[in-house]
Every structure is written in structure tokens, then in C-alpha cells.
């Protein structure tokens, strides 16, 4: 049983920072990718950064340069560090991961629970 658990959400005004980490924990034989999405109200849920199977980063337009996401490999955690942040960027964002388990030999899709980041002007 694998389980993505976050932290690091909260309330801070426009040109603040947060740091959001997810901590992946259970059977975990390698993860294939790992990244972050959120979802506002009223809108999908969207790709906000993540490390590619190739080891690459990705990051949504509307954050190129303001997020930054790294990782810690020996303890299944990821961080979304968010600098310079928007009202725009208020939203749910959750942890997402694609790993093999030691039971199965395919990769398989994982969520956080989602933590609540609100951005005031």
C-alpha cells in the first residue's frame, strides 16, 4: 500500500512563499515521474511541474520562473517551492507520482490528498 502524503499549504499574500513537500511511503520499488498539478475552482485540474522519466523538469507556462520543484531520492520526498506568488495561483495542489512497487512490476498512479495554498492580494 503506497501513500503520498503533503504538507507545506497555508495563506500568504501576493509576492510570498511556499514550500509544499509530498512524501511517498510503503512497498516503493522506483519512481517513474513525479510532479504536482493543482485545480481552481471551476476549472481542471492541470500540470503545474514535474521530473520526467528522462530526469527532465517541466513547468506550466504560468509559473516558469517563480516555481521550482526538486526532490530528495533517498526519501521518496518532492518539493514544490513557489516564490513570487499570484492570487492566480490559489488552488488545491496535489502530489502525484507513478511508481513500481515491489509487488508489481508496472508502474501505477498515486495522489496526495491535496493541500490548499490561497493567494491575497
Known amino acids: 500500500q503506497v501513500q503520498l502524503v503533503e504538507s507545506g499549504g497555508g495563506l500568504v499574500q501576493a509576492g510570498g512563499s511556499l514550500r509544499l513537500s509530498c512524501a511517498a511511503s510503503g512497498s516503493i520499488f522506483s519512481i517513474n515521474v513525479m510532479g504536482w498539478y493543482r485545480q481552481a475552482p471551476g476549472k481542471q485540474r492541470e500540470l503545474v511541474a514535474a521530473?520526467?522519466?528522462?530526469?527532465?523538469?517541466i513547468y506550466a507556462d504560468s509559473v516558469k520562473g517563480r516555481f521550482t520543484i526538486s526532490r530528495d531520492n533517498t526519501k521518496n520526498t518532492q518539493y514544490l517551492q513557489m516564490d513570487s506568488l499570484k492570487p492566480e495561483d490559489t488552488a488545491v495542489y496535489y502530489c502525484?507520482?507513478?511508481?513500481?512497487?515491489?509487488?508489481?512490476?508496472?508502474?501505477?498512479?498515486?495522489w496526495g490528498q491535496g493541500t490548499q495554498v490561497t493567494v491575497s492580494s
Open positions: 521530473f520526467t522519466s528522462g530526469g527532465n523538469t
Open positions: 502525484y507520482a507513478a511508481l513500481k512497487t515491489w509487488e508489481h512490476g508496472l508502474p501505477r498512479n498515486y
